[in-house]
């Protein structure tokens, strides 16, 4: 199947930077959009907010953004490594949480898509 790891979170002071990586692995005939979400403090599980997405277009990448971080925030993507980054700049302490990455993927050439999520990463912004 496959596996989705995260990694680079951390504590920041406001207005830090921080790079978070997510690695995609295993059994991958596709890999379609890779996105990262986050779960504020406090929040009911479960509900995360989608902070940011690339999608795989025949020959370019396509992204969005959640409002509240446009302008800070870059997705990036290395497919050859079927890795997402998050570059993320002047960090706010609103911006704290847990980040959850997902991949859409189908594991064989028969297998429907699907969405495997890893274990989340935490990022903590605070002075």
């Known amino acids: 199947q496959v596996q989705v790891v995260e990694s680079g979170g951390g504590s920041v002071q406001p207005g830090g930077s921080l790079r978070l990586s997510c690695a995609a692995s295993?059994?991958?005939?596709?890999?379609?959009?890779m996105g990262w979400h986050r779960q504020a403090p406090g929040k009911q599980r479960g509900l995360r907010e989608l902070?940011?997405?690339?999608?795989?277009?025949?020959?370019?990448?396509?992204?969005d953004y959640a409002d509240s971080v446009k302008g800070r925030f870059t997705i990036s993507r290395d497919h050859a490594k079927n890795t997402v980054y998050l570059q993320m700049n002047s960090l706010k302490p609103e911006d704290t949480g847990v980040y959850y990455c997902?991949?859409?993927?189908?594991?064989?050439?028969?297998?429907?898509?699907?969405?495997?999520w890893g274990q989340g990463t935490q990022v903590t912004v605070s002075s």
């Open positions: 997902n991949a859409e993927a189908r594991p064989f050439a028969s297998s429907p898509l699907d969405v495997y």
């Open positions: 295993g059994s991958i005939f596709s890999l379609n959009a």
């Open positions: 902070v940011a997405t690339i999608i795989s277009g025949s020959n370019t990448d396509y992204t």
